[in-house]
């Protein structure tokens, strides 16, 4: 959560104030019993003044061989207070599993926190700065550990479920667009206890129940601010997913590592909220007090918290983020009655969770150093915000029409204008762009032509230009397998393809797999993460693995002699311009077929044929496509020959009644 907003359950007005940059040292054999009962030793900031300078620490413990996960806060204390009984209670030793994997993770209430001691698997950042108020040990190690015990069916995690409070809207998980601000994915679940005002103590049962009067303190995070206060007030508990905790004075904690897995296999409506470039903990500090945007930086902390790593900027995109973070507003508007009626997680700051909410989504939303989103689209803040005098938010309003604006497309980033064509010049030719139907890295082929014959037509001169018109038409044929499979919607981002039933939430899809068998593999078990979110639900977790034993059958055997990946290519010559100015291509592909390997469709043929779910078929199939451009130039005496190129990037092709298909642009340039 950011520094400004951090404050649940703390001290809000001394959240501006906050100047402290915390170093911990973290114990030897960290990933240890006895590593975990050794109590963590602060400097430069004072644990006992929990609302501005406190860390914490969280561990989530994972029997690969059971699926069984516990959760365990390291006790901090401050470097010169280490007498047990006196400055702090001795740690309780948790009793870890054969073969356990243990990632941690941390969080402060501090401007920054630095990792000293024992770092050989933690991550602090880059080699250009900290992440801010996080940090994490092994916790890649954990969640691939994770994954893998939820892809054999050891680890059930919980569905999230449907707001009881008669709102009928799906409950929110951390990665969902509608409750991130501008560090998602931040801070942790611990809590300590902070007795007679000196001693520190985990906030065990025994402790909770033999200190009564002690004070328990907390770290601000947006997991937190789920578990305990959205979640409640939208009537979704029933969804929280929470471990066992010898730690907790309930015995049972959510937790980070928790939350994460929880947003991984149920992913929200408007797709996933991932780390963006533009988040303030993946900056790096630049000249004269500017910020630089960083990839590795970026992808360093996705990595800690089992985020997929985004292959590229664009993947992480700030624009992206922000377009979809609108999102945000929208859903506090809409529960604006709901939030008043509920608690402010920081009194001081505002006066109910709406004002709250409303007032951590305008200072996210807002300029650098918080995501920058109104500098992004040109616009105001989108909420108004009133306070009394002592600076508490009592009332806000919410441009929701901006919002929704800016979701619809309607209000585009600066700089940038509506378009369904593009214009680049004749005589670069590079590689074109791609569309992708799926919002995870799933199979990188082509389903293009094999062949292709070239039409001009005829070349019209006049005294100060030359237009010239190309057609190319490419048939292809392919040989594909067919997987039939249930999947979550959201999974694939964009349109729904087709729904089974009156389940809404539910698709039946047809996987066209062409680069086989190895690309396939990888599909197989994307599909079965698909399948495993929505267990319970509509099939069961047997059926899951049977679909996933099937798709991997095909995979091992499948003929690897897919069709190789072509392009359909126009080319023409035209005179090169006698200014600077480049001859230029213009027009649109005709023919959205694609390509697709699927049928029935116009212009397509196949044999394919539907199957029922989790069953899989052979079949090959062929699609005729044709693009259509036109180039031209200023006039000059010279000659410049250039390329306008169409490249159909498929990834998957799915099968699905042809008023419900994606709509996917095709994007070239010449």
């Known amino acids: 959560m950011s520094l400004s907003l951090f404050g649940l359950l703390a001290l809000v007005s001394a959240v501006m104030a906050q100047t402290q940059n915390c170093v911990l040292e973290v114990p030897p054999n960290p990933l240890t019993a006895q590593g975990l009962a050794t109590p963590y030793k602060m400097s430069g900031c004072d644990q006992t003044q929990f609302a501005t300078e406190a860390c914490f620490v969280e561990a989530a413990i994972l029997d690969p061989a059971t699926g069984a996960i516990q959760i365990y806060n390291p006790l901090i204390i401050n470097q010169n207070s280490t007498r047990a009984g006196f400055d702090f209670i001795t740690p309780i030793v948790p009793t870890l599993p054969d073969n356990a994997v243990v990632g941690i993770f941390f969080g402060s209430n501090a401007v920054t926190l630095t990792l000293t001691g024992d ?9 250009n700065g900290v992440f801010g108020q996080f940090a994490y ?6 969640f691939s550990a994770a994954f893998s015990a939820v892809s054999s069916g050891l680890i059930k995690i919980p569905p999230p479920g449907t707001s009881t409070k008669g709102t009928a809207q799906a409950c929110p998980v951390t990665r969902d667009f509608r409750m991130v601000d501008m560090d998602q994915s931040d801070n942790v679940d611990s809590t300590y206890l902070l007795i007679n005002g000196h001693i520190l103590a985990q906030n065990t049962p025994a402790n909770a129940k033999k200190y009564s009067n002690a004070t328990e303190f907390n770290n601000g995070s947006d997991n937190l601010l789920l578990n305990a206060f959205l979640s409640p007030t939208l009537g979704c508990t029933a969804g929280t997913f929470e471990a066992p905790c010898i730690t907790c004075a309930s015995g049972s904690s959510a937790a980070m590592a928790l939350n994460e897995l929880q947003s991984q296999f149920f992913v929200p409506t408007r797709g996933p909220a991932l780390v963006p470039l ?15 945007q960083s990839l590795i930086k970026t992808n ?3 990595a800690g918290v089992g985020q997929p790593q985004a292959a590229d900027a664009a993947n992480a995109s700030s624009v992206t983020y922000c377009t979809r973070y609108a999102a945000s507003g929208i859903f506090i508007a809409l529960n604006e009655e709901l939030f008043t009626d509920a608690t402010s997680p920081a009194p001081a700051a505002s006066n109910n969770l709406f004002t709250f909410m409303a007032n951590r ?14 500098t992004i689209f040109g616009i105001d803040s989108p909420v108004n915000q009133t306070t009394d005098g002592n600076g508490v938010v009592i009332a806000a309003t919410i441009n929701t029409q901006v919002l929704q604006d800016i979701l619809d497309g309607k209000i585009l980033p600066l700089g940038q204008t509506s378009t369904s064509t593009s214009t680049t010049s004749v005589n670069t030719v590079s590689s074109t762009s791609s569309v992708s139907l799926s919002t995870s890295t799933l199979l990188n082929v082509n389903v293009d032509s094999t062949t292709s014959s070239l039409s001009t037509s005829t070349t019209t001169t006049s005294a100060l230009s030359t237009t010239t018109s190309i057609s190319s038409t490419s048939t292809t044929t392919v040989l594909v397998e067919v997987v039939s499979f249930f999947i979550f919607v959201l999974n694939l981002g964009g349109v729904t393809p087709g729904v089974t039933g009156s389940i809404g939430s539910f698709v039946v899809l047809e996987e066209i797999f062409v680069d086989l068998p190895g690309a396939a593999s990888a599909a197989c078990k994307h ?12 099939f069961s977790g047997t059926d899951c693995l049977n679909q996933l034993n099937s798709c991997n059958g095909v995979a091992s055997t499948a003929s690897p002699t897919a069709s190789t990946p072509g392009t359909t290519t126009a080319t023409a010559t035209v005179p090169a311009t006698t200014s600077s100015s480049p001859a230029i291509a213009t027009g649109a592909p005709q023919n959205n077929n694609n390509a697709d390997a699927i049928a029935p469709a116009t212009d397509a043929s196949a044999n394919c044929p539907a199957v029922p779910p989790l069953t899989v078929s052979s079949c090959t199939a062929s699609a005729t496509s044709t693009v259509t451009v036109t180039v031209s130039a200023g006039s000059g005496v010279a000659s410049a020959t250039g390329s306008a190129h169409r490249h159909i990037h498929s990834h998957l092709r799915h099968r699905a009644a042809e008023a419900l298909k994606p709509t996917i642009q095709p994007h070239w340039r010449a």
């Open 119 to 127: 770092t050989s698997t933690c991550v602090n950042g880059d080699a």
């Open 137 to 142: 040990c092994n916790t890649p190690a954990f």
């Open 278 to 292: 533009n988040d303030d903990f993946t900056v790096d500090a630049g000249n004269n007090g500017t910020v630089e």
């Open 300 to 302: 360093l902390y996705r």
């Open 361 to 374: 989504f305008a200072t996210s939303f807002g300029p650098v150093p918080a995501l920058g989103c109104q």
């Open 527 to 538: 599909q079965f993460n698909s399948c495993a979110s929505l267990a319970g639900s509509a």
